[in-house]
Nanobody, 119 residues
Framework: QVQLVESGGGLVQPGGSLRLSCAAS????????VGWYRQAPGKERESVATITSSGSTNYADSVKGRFTISRDNAKNTAYLQMNSLKPEDTAVYYC?????????????WGQGTQVTVSS
C-alpha cells in the first residue's frame, strides 16, 4: 500500500514563508510526476506546481516567483517552498503523485495540509 503524507502547513502572517513536504511510503519502485494542488473554501481544487521525474517544473501564474517545487528522489519526498505568502494563498494543500510499483504506475493523493495566511 502506498501513502502520501503532507506536512508543514500552519498559520503564517502575510509575507511569511512555509515549506510543505510530501513523503511517499510503501512498496515503491519510484515516483514520476509530482504535483501540489490547493483548494480554498467554496472553490475548485487547482494546480499550484508540478515537477517531473527529470526535474522540469511548472507553476500557476498566481504563485510564480514566490513558490518553488523540488524533490528528493532518494527520500521519495517532494517539497513546496512558499514565500511572500498572501491571504489568497489560504487553502488546503494536497500532494499528488504518479507512483511506480514494479511494472505498474498509479496515481495517489495525500490527505491535505491546511495553510492559513492571516494577520
Amino acid at each position: 500500500q502506498v501513502q502520501l503524507v503532507e506536512s508543514g502547513g500552519g498559520l503564517v502572517q502575510p509575507g511569511g514563508s512555509l515549506r510543505l513536504s510530501c513523503a511517499a511510503s510503501g512498496s515503491i519502485s519510484g515516483i514520476n510526476a509530482v504535483g501540489w494542488y490547493r483548494q480554498a473554501p467554496g472553490k475548485e481544487r487547482e494546480s499550484v506546481a508540478t515537477i517531473t521525474s527529470s526535474g522540469s517544473t511548472n507553476y500557476a501564474d498566481s504563485v510564480k516567483g514566490r513558490f518553488t517545487i523540488s524533490r528528493d528522489n532518494a527520500k521519495n519526498t517532494a517539497y513546496l517552498q512558499m514565500n511572500s505568502l498572501k491571504p489568497e494563498d489560504t487553502a488546503v494543500y494536497y500532494c499528488n503523485a504518479d507512483v511506480r510499483r514494479g511494472a505498474y504506475t498509479s496515481n495517489y493523493w495525500g490527505q491535505g495540509t491546511q495553510v492559513t495566511v492571516s494577520s
